[in-house]
């Protein structure tokens, strides 16, 4: 059974989040924490069923944003004083595998300290254009500014101790430019660091909330403040 906890941030999410929860519930994970972040009332009957295997379900009224869905995830996790060595956070569009959820969760089970940071191919001939672009630029700008290799800046799949979320809670950010900001942080953490390939899924029937180009340099413009 893995202490990490999972925290799903999820708006409008597709029918497969309640076979993801299944699987992470099969595998090992004791507690998975799904955030309603302002979805549909028609999702709904999606949260209820990942409530009725066992998951905690809390929601936004509105919606705020992956920042702000990943922040009330962590401050559960505090408040409710779980014993969880660390916690790792997914999409619910489909993009982060259970395979690569459960090989994340035994990295920080062998080393609970580190940081652990999904790494998709970002390959030219096997992504959408806009993808690559958005990614491609990023990237080089957080080396850029930083002095920090990460292959992949805009994965959501990531894995962090429990002791660095209260610096994390403590960043502002609402929307995708928190996981910079999170990122940032981390790089300056002086933990581990440790990037781990998983699998690169864009497929067409995949709905991301992610807008590549224009979320992208709404990020890049962050890095100059």
């Known amino acids: ?23 992470l519930k099969t595998g090992g994970f004791k507690k998975i924490i799904t955030v309603n972040d302002g979805s549909s009332k028609e999702s709904q ?16 009224p509105i919606n705020r944003g992956q920042g702000a869905a990943i922040k009330t995830g962590m401050a559960y996790v505090l408040q ?12 619910a569009d489909g993009q982060h595998t259970a395979k690569d959820i459960i090989k994340i969760a035994k990295l920080q089970q062998e080393d609970p300290e580190a940081i652990i940071l999904g790494v998709r191919q970002i390959n030219f001939f096997k992504i959408p ?27 959501g799949l990531r894995a962090v101790p429990t002791s660095l979320i209260p610096n994390l809670l403590s960043l502002n950010g609402q929307k995708y430019e928190y996981m910079t900001q999170m990122l940032l942080q981390l790089t300056k953490s002086g933990a581990t660091i440790i990037q781990v390939p998983i699998e690169t899924i864009y497929a ?22």
Do not use: W, Y
């Open 45 to 60: 009957e999606i949260f209820d069923a990942i409530a009725g295997l066992g998951g905690t379900v809390l929601k936004h």
């Open 129 to 155: 254009i806009r993808n690559f672009i958005g990614n491609f630029a990023a990237k080089i700008f957080f080396r850029l500014l930083t002095g920090k290799n990460i292959a992949d800046t805009q994965c």
């Open 80 to 91: 409710n004083h779980l014993e969880a060595t660390g916690v790792i956070m997914a999409d």
């Open 204 to 225: 067409l029937h995949i709905h991301s909330h992610f807008r590549p180009v224009r979320d992208s340099f709404s990020i890049i413009r962050m890095f100059f403040k």
């Open 1 to 23: 059974m893995f202490k990490t906890t999972v925290i799903i941030s999820a708006l409008n999410p597709p029918k497969s989040l309640i076979d993801l929860v299944k699987s």
